[in-house]
C-alpha cells in the first residue's frame, strides 16, 4: 500500500522559512517524479513545484520561483520543499504527489500524480 505523508507545516510570519518534508512508502521512490501542490481555502488545487526521479530537472509556479526550492533524497524515500521568504498568499494545505511516468519532465498537471498525501497546513501571518 502506497503512504505518501507530509510534515513539516506550521504558522510562521511573513518573511520567515519553512521546510516540508514528504515520506513515501510502498513504491520504488527512485522511479517517480515528484511534486507539490498547495490548495487555499476556496480555491483549486494549484501546482506548486515538481522533481523529476533523478533530481535532474525541476520546475516552478512563478509564484514561487526564487523562493522555494525542491529537493529529494532517494536514499531517504523523502522529498522536500524549501519555502523561503513566505508570504500570507502562500497560506494553503500544501500536498505532495507521485507520477509514476519516470521519463517525462516533471509535471504541473495534478491529473498526472497517482498518489497523494494527507497534505500539511502551512500558515503565514503578516
Known amino acids: 500500500q502506497v503512504h505518501l505523508v507530509e510534515s513539516g507545516g506550521g504558522l510562521v510570519q511573513a518573511g520567515d522559512s519553512l521546510r516540508l518534508s514528504c515520506v513515501a512508502s510502498g513504491i520504488i521512490f527512485g522511479a517517480y517524479g515528484m511534486g507539490w501542490f498547495r490548495q487555499a481555502p476556496g480555491k483549486e488545487r494549484e501546482f506548486v513545484a515538481a522533481?523529476?526521479?533523478?533530481?535532474?530537472?525541476?520546475s516552478y509556479a512563478n509564484s514561487v520561483k526564487g523562493r522555494f526550492t525542491i529537493s529529494r533524497d532517494n536514499a531517504k524515500n523523502t522529498v522536500y520543499l524549501q519555502m523561503d521568504n513566505l508570504k500570507p498568499e502562500d497560506t494553503a494545505v500544501y500536498y505532495c504527489a507521485a507520477d509514476m511516468d519516470a521519463y517525462s519532465p516533471p509535471s504541473r498537471n495534478s491529473r498526472n500524480y497517482d498518489y497523494w498525501g494527507q497534505g500539511t497546513q502551512v500558515t503565514v501571518s503578516s
Open positions: 522533481i523529476k526521479w533523478s533530481g535532474s530537472s525541476t
